[in-house]
Each structure stands twice: as structure tokens, then as C-alpha cells.
């Protein structure tokens, strides 16, 4: 049973125009979500993250939207630029049970100059 | 700081064998997870510590996995015996009590298990 899924493997992008990538969660006690890029042959690093009390985060070229109504967040790019290329994991965390981490899938984002 | 470091980067093991994968997490961090990605299943935790003491090993597949953390700065993840079906990247991160869970991980050991 996954808790939280990317529907999309995959997405592409030209360069300039914004990369939208989406994730559902299922668990309702989640409050806290991040979002990771990962490059082939490294390990993930944070991008960026966001607490259930806002709707919004925003740094730089990224920002990531939280409706927790619809249990979904989604991550923008804009612009996009061929270095975004990599694939992007959402990860949820309930705070009060503890610093576990769940990941979704992950998307592979491909920019195309 | 050096990051989190993971040894070795690469291992090709025949089935049966026994597998030792180790990490050494970011100095000061209190909390150390251990990870495998796969096609299937992506990214799933098996197993966190918090000061050492394993706190949540549910993820864990089977008795074959054992993982231990004798001290702050090191832990390893053994398999024993060894499977095709292990065959995976597996990552260690770690991370502060008071960093909103932002996990730093290491570059991932690629097991291959023939």
C-alpha cells in the first residue's frame, strides 16, 4: 500500500518553460513533505520542503504547493534549465510518529535545451 | 564536513554469500536510515536509529537483513545469505532531531547479487 505515490515516471520539458511535477499522499496524519532530487550515481539531496499549516513554499526557481484537502502536493520549476534534469522524489513525514521518511516513486525529469 | 560515506560504492556477490554494507553518517547527527531503491519499489526505508538504538526496523524484508550501530559514527548492514532478488542500491542518510527531518544521504552502495 503506498502512501505516496508519483503518477508520473516521467516528464519533459523544454528549457525555459516550467516543469510541474505532482504527488499524492493517502495518509491524512502526514504534516510535513519534502521534496529530493537525485542524480544518477548520487544519493538524494533535499530541494525543498513545506509544513501542512502553509500552501506554499517558495526558493529561488522552486516552489512547492500543498492542498491538503485534495491530499496532493506538486513541485514548479520555472524556468527550467537542462541542470533540473534528474529525478525528483516527494517524501511525507508525520512529525508525531517519529523522523521516518515515506518517498514516493519518483519522477525523471528530462529538460531539453 | 564530508557528507555521509558509504563503502564500498560497488559490490558483485555470488547468491549465499554474505554482504557487509557500511556507513559512516554526518558528525553530530543523531538519527541514521537505511535505504534501498528499486525499480519496484523505489525508495523504501528498512531500518532508522536514533542515538544508536534501532528505533523502527519494520522495513526490514527479511531475517536475512540485520543491520547495528555500535557508535555515532558508524553502521553497517549486513545480508546473510545473500539473494538475486537483494540486488539494489541501497543508501544510508542521517540527519538532526531539530532539522524537520531533512535527511542528507550518502552516494549509495550498487549490490549485485548473481
Known amino acids: 500500500d503506498q502512501q505516496v505515490k508519483q503518477n508520473s515516471p516521467s516528464l519533459s520539458v523544454q528549457e525555459g518553460r516550467i516543469s510541474i511535477l505532482n504527488c499524492d499522499y493517502t495518509?491524512?496524519?502526514?504534516?510535513?513533505f519534502l521534496w529530493y532530487k537525485k542524480y544518477p550515481a548520487e544519493g538524494p539531496t533535499f530541494l525543498i520542503s513545506?509544513?501542512?499549516?502553509?500552501d506554499k513554499n517558495e526558493d529561488g526557481r522552486f516552489t512547492v504547493f500543498l492542498n491538503k484537502s485534495a491530499k496532493h502536493l506538486s513541485l514548479h520549476i520555472v524556468p527550467s534549465q537542462p541542470g533540473d534534469s534528474a529525478v525528483y522524489f516527494c517524501?511525507?513525514?508525520?512529525?508525531?510518529?517519529?523522523?521516518?521518511?515515506?518517498f514516493g516513486g519518483g519522477t525523471r525529469l528530462m529538460v531539453k535545451p | 564536513d564530508a557528507g555521509v560515506i558509504q563503502s564500498p560504492r560497488h559490490e558483485v556477490t555470488e547468491m549465499g554469500q554474505e554482504v557487509t554494507l557500511r556507513c559512516k553518517p554526518i558528525?553530530?547527527?543523531?538519527?541514521l536510515f537505511w535505504y534501498r531503491q528499486t525499480m519496484m519499489r523505489g525508495l523504501e526505508l528498512l531500518i532508522y536509529?536514533?542515538?544508536?538504538?534501532?528505533?523502527?526496523d519494520s522495513g526490514m524484508p527479511e531475517d536475512r537483513f540485520s543491520a547495528k550501530m555500535p557508535n555515532a559514527s558508524f553502521s553497517t548492514l549486513k545480508i546473510q545469505p545473500s539473494e538475486p532478488r537483494d540486488s539494489a542500491v541501497y543508501f544510508c542518510?542521517?540527519?538532526?532531531?531539530?532539522?524537520?527531518?531533512?535527511?542528507?544521504f550518502g552516494p549509495g552502495t550498487r549490490l549485485t547479487v548473481l
Open positions: 513545506i509544513s501542512s499549516i502553509k
Open positions: 558528525s553530530g547527527h543523531d538519527y
Open positions: 517524501a511525507a513525514n508525520d512529525r508525531n510518529a517519529g523522523n521516518m521518511l515515506t
Open positions: 536509529f536514533n542515538n544508536n538504538v534501532p528505533i523502527d
Open positions: 495518509n491524512s496524519m502526514f504534516d510535513y
Open positions: 542518510a542521517s540527519s538532526l532531531t531539530n532539522t524537520y527531518n531533512e535527511q542528507f
